[in-house]
């Protein structure tokens, strides 16, 4: 039966303040990439084909867990999330956000209005986001593989938005709460795909391994 196994990168620069900042793996990130690769390799898990968006931490991601053949496929990369939210703070003259709780909270009002058409600027909508996630997922789901798709956070929780339905509430809080280097699990039922995994994160269950359990 056709999976698709989304599989988060790994820690990226987190002192970045632009897309092309933040574009590329710590060190951590990359070592949280090679102990998830070993897990899965130890626990016997195969895939038929691997993909990836094209950004840099999608792609050294995949590489560092240890793959040799990927698929690229631009419907994977991440949404614009700088310059949307540099957007909102011009236009609504909003505080940035300057802890993790005040970023929690300041997400979901980027987010509606992202999604509302309230913010203008050099990136693409809300829905034109939604339906590149939603095509590229049914289309590597119709090929019947069993895929590890190495993509971003917001993919991720675009991808369990249309799969449960979320509001975009639920679906900025969820998205806040994917681990780096997770794995995420969807099960093509007739036409649609399902939700089977969230979040999981086994490589760094060990305690030697706990603060490797990153977010950002």
Known sequence: MPQITLIRHGQANTTATDEAGYDNLSDLGRQQARWLGQYMRDHGQEFDKVYAGSLN???????????????????????????????????????????????????????????????????????????????????????????????????????????MGLDTGTFTRLMLSIHNSSVHNLLRLGTNLSLTGFNAIPHLAHPDRHHAQTYI
């Open 57 to 163: 931490r999608q792609q050294q991601t995949a590489h560092e867990w240890g793959a040799t053949e990927i698929i690229c496929d631009e419907r994977l990369n991440e949404f614009s999330y700088y310059d949307i939210s540099n957007a909102m703070h011009a236009q609504f003259d909003l505080p940035r956000p300057t802890s993790r709780d005040e970023f929690i909270a300041h997400m979901p009002l980027v987010f509606s209005a992202w999604q509302d058409g309230h913010l203008t600027g050099d990136f693409e909508t809300f829905h034109d986001f939604q339906q590149r996630v939603d095509d590229a997922l049914l289309e590597i789901a119709s090929r019947g593989e069993r895929a590890a798709v190495f993509t971003s956070g917001g993919v991720i929780g675009m991808a369990i938005r249309i799969t």
